[in-house]
């Protein structure tokens, strides 16, 4: 998730998005990780991988 935040930086022209595609057997806890890193690294600009 890092490594396509910082790709993606500095974020003006992507959207990230969880939706119908996601598998019904898909672990929550890993879409809660996805969540709690675009809430630390998913300001924009994207700082991902940065102090």
């Given amino acids: 998730m ?3 935040l910082r790709r993606m ?3 003006d022209n ?3 998005s969880v ?6 057997n898909a ?4 879409i809660q990780q996805i969540t709690e890193l675009v ?4 300001t924009l600009p994207l ?3 940065r102090a």
């Fill in 9 to 11: 930086a500095p974020g």
């Fill in 39 to 42: 809430e630390q690294y998913g």
């Fill in 14 to 16: 992507f959207i990230l």
């Fill in 2 to 4: 890092l490594e396509l």
């Fill in 27 to 30: 672990r929550l806890e890993r």
């Fill in 19 to 24: 939706s119908d595609d996601t598998p019904t």
């Fill in 47 to 49: 700082m991902a991988g």
